[in-house]
């Protein structure tokens, strides 16, 4: 299923937010925003979540305008994985999973519901804990259950607000595996927002770059994330340091003067 963004603008009161986005997502693509604090990430995100739903512009699913398609055929195609998770304090890791099938259950669960959602606890490690309170869990195990949600949800388009901020390294990459493994095995349309630079240019098809709600390019990650852009962009110099694993984006910085731009 693709997306397809036009003139796609938001705004908080008088405050401009996003101006005039224009972008689309095709099925199997990994698309990775990336920018710094308030350029439009996760506004962005949650604007397509349905979570802000004052904006101008068109928003469409295989060119089908999202306001002429059902709310539930619409919870069926756009799966959404926020930043934190301030509800569903009493559930259980496991009703919290089953939760990502609603869109689908029309009486109860059936047999193929059920192993939906332990396909999904099991790519996401957290079988073992099913009948944990959510209250009982790390932040990171927190993460890890929504996302499990999502995938549990079987959407067309995943979108993903930072979806690694609570995970420790190792389940960042194996995050982001599964993100890479969803979009090509089961091509799906993945939008993520990450704040890393080495995840959006090892792991993204394209990457887009947005700063106080523009986007500033979009394309594939070596022409995307220049050093010039980057540089400009972050305010703050950085290199691409070559090995042989590949690129790397490495800030650079004066430990004499660590203070951090306010902007």
């Not at 519901?113 to 209250?135: F, P, R």
């Not at 890393?196 to 887009?208: E, G």
Request: some cysteine; glycine content about 8%.
């Amino acid at each position: 299923m693709n997306l397809n963004i036009r003139d796609l603008t938001v705004k908080y009161g008088k405050i401009q937010i996003l101006n005039q986005i224009s972008f689309d997502l095709t099925s199997g693509e990994v698309l990775c925003i990336i920018g710094p604090n308030g350029s439009g990430k996760s506004t962005l995100i949650k604007t397509l979540a349905g979570i802000i739903s004052s904006y101008s512009g068109s928003f469409a699913l295989d060119g089908v305008e999202i306001t002429g398609i059902s709310k539930n055929m619409v919870a069926k195609s756009i799966g959404y994985v926020p930043q934190d998770f301030q509800y569903l304090t009493s559930a259980t890791v496991l009703e919290a999973v089953i939760l990502g099938r609603c869109p689908h259950v029309q009486w109860s669960l059936t047999q193929h519901d059920l192993d939906t959602v332990q396909n999904a606890m099991e790519m996401l490690n957290i079988s073992q804990m099913s009948g944990k309170m959510l209250t009982e869990l790390s932040g990171g195990e927190r993460q890890r259950v929504f996302i499990a949600r999502t995938i549990a949800q079987e959407p067309e388009v995943f979108l993903f607000d930072e979806p690694t901020s609570a995970l420790d390294i190792k389940h960042q990459i194996e995050v982001f595996s599964m993100i890479r493994e969803i979009s090509k095995k089961r091509m799906k349309s993945v939008l993520v927002s990450v704040h890393d630079l080495n995840f959006a240019y090892h792991y993204a098809d394209r990457v887009m770059l947005i700063d106080k709600g523009n986007i500033v390019r979009i394309g594939p990650a070596d022409e995307v994330m220049t050093e010039e852009n980057i540089n400009s962009v972050y305010g703050v110099p950085m290199q691409f340091i070559a090995t042989e694993a590949g690129k790397y984006v490495l800030p650079i910085w004066d430990p004499a003067t660590p203070k951090l731009s306010s902007g």
